[in-house]
């Protein structure tokens, strides 16, 4: 790694002791193969070792260092704040995931749970959203809601000690495979957008809960349409008071930023194992490389790299010396989202015919077009870059705020598409 931060003294001493807990949890040899640099030992070591990442997720998930930040009663260290950078640099080390497999439970619905669940809520979920058992979706956006989610339909209408929910979401990430369900739903229509909603955990076995994949572009279905159908949910289940559902829905869509800031979402991420050079990688994927013009362009998106280390790096630093980042996330977030479909349209363009059509073994050629095609998303999904570039605006450099033309106005008298 070229840019790299000196710990101080309290920090040598935590990396100290989670590289103990690496080696002691890890197959014989593991982290011993990687500290002397042999990596065909490591590649060896893995193999015979049959490493599983969901496995891993429990290994590390029962530990504190899964979320280091959680209370301690919850399965965390209540430590400081650099205490995931430090994490994250010595899985990076030893080759192992860096994105948990419960990226929603551990990124959004756990500290959610955390700032507003109760009691019995932090008891029940906490410990198996670290250990990956239960997986979790965040059944937030609609299809008429999503830059301006607080605009949401879905009903929720309370029954004794119920709630009977109707309506839809959709581009739920994971939904086919989650057991409980982050949900939005608008519990009076009569109030203000913001303060008509209130927050759910749903258990996604209940009846009436219908989950249909969506097909991506990319061939895949990472995200579906959820409906709901005369869904009942305990109100032992609600987050939050009635009515303060967006309060927690903000602390979910922050830690969102937080989580998704500067991860990179390749399969090696959750998989763990050697992680080829990206920058080789993109190289090998553009033909032509003779050409003064393709060069010149490469050396272009080189240096648009290093732009993109640096402010990472400015990131991560900030977090080890304990203090939260500024800007950097937003910025990083809308230029890495950009650079991914400049990049990717690029191969695609200098490939010419080879870039839409080939033969079915060329693997590098598809991997070139799903990289393209899996980049359209990267400007939308947690946020579009047109947003975030109006939060920056005001947020950043102190622009004024968009104009709120539904202000105080009853949810069921405001227009909406
Ligand atoms: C891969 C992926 C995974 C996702 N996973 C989930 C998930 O798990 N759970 C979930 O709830 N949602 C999920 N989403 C949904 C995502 O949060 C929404 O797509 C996003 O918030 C945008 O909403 P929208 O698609 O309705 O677009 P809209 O909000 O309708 O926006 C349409 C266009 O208008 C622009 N626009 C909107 N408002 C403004 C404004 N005020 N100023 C300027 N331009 C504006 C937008 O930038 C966009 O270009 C996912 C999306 C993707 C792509």
């Known amino acids: 790694m070229r840019w790299e931060i000196e710990d101080n003294a309290e920090q040598a001493a935590f990396r100290r002791e989670f590289r103990e807990w690496l080696a002691e949890n890890l197959p014989e040899g593991w982290t011993k193969a990687l500290d002397e640099g042999d990596v065909d030992s490591f590649e060896k070591i893995r193999a015979a070792s049959g490493f599983n ?10 530990s504190p260092y899964a979320a280091p930040l959680w209370p301690k009663e919850y399965g965390g260290l209540s430590g400081e704040s650099w205490m995931p950078q430090v994490i994250r640099s010595e899985l990076v080390r030893y080759r192992l995931p860096t994105v948990a497999i419960n990226l929603l439970g551990v990124g959004l619905a756990g500290p959610t749970i955390i700032e507003h669940g109760t009691e019995e ?4 979920y906490l410990r198996k959203i670290l250990s990956g058992e239960e997986i979790w979706c965040q059944l937030f956006s609609e299809p008429g809601s999503g830059s301006d989610l607080s605009s949401l339909a879905t009903r929720a209408v309370r029954d004794g000690d119920e709630w009977v929910v109707n309506g839809q979401k959709v581009w739920t990430t994971l939904a086919q495979f989650a057991q409980f369900g982050m949900l939005l739903a608008r519990t009076d229509p009569e109030a203000p957008k913001h303060e008509g909603l209130t927050y759910f955990i749903l258990d996604m076995k209940s009846p009436g809960v219908e989950v249909r994949p969506l097909k991506q572009l990319t061939g895949s279905s990472e ?3 959820v409906f709901f159908t005369d869904v009942h949910i305990p109100d032992a289940n609600r987050v939050g008071a009635v009515g303060e559902g967006w309060r927690c829905a ?14 990179s979402l390749d399969p090696v991420s959750f998989t763990g194992g050697t992680r080829r050079d990206p920058w080789r990688t993109f190289l090998d994927s553009v033909p032509n490389r003779d050409d003064p013009l393709v060069r010149q362009r490469l050396a272009q998106f080189y240096i648009e790299s290093e732009v993109k280390e640096i402010t990472a790096f400015r ?3 900030a977090r080890l010396r304990g203090q939260q980042p500024g800007a950097e996330g937003s910025v990083n977030k809308v230029f890495n989202a950009e650079y991914n479909q400049r990049r990717s349209s690029f191969a695609v363009n200098a490939s010419g015919m080879a870039g839409v059509a080939w033969l079915p073994d060329d693997k590098s050629a598809e991997a070139r077009a799903q990289t393209f095609l899996r980049a359209r998303a990267n400007t939308i999904e947690g946020g579009t870059s047109e947003v975030l570039r109006n939060q ?25 598409n």
Request: charged share 30%.
């Open 315 to 317: 990131a991560n630093s």
């Open 392 to 416: 920056m605006a005001e947020r950043i450099l102190g622009l004024p705020r968009d104009p709120e033309v539904d202000k105080g106005i009853p949810w069921s008298q405001i227009k909406r």
């Open 223 to 225: 995200f579906n349409e």
């Open 250 to 263: 903000r602390t979910t869509l922050m830690n969102e930023r937080a989580a998704l800031a500067g991860i």
């Open 121 to 124: 809520q932090k008891e029940r």
């Open 53 to 62: 990442p969901f496995t891993w997720t429990g290994t590390i998930g029962r």
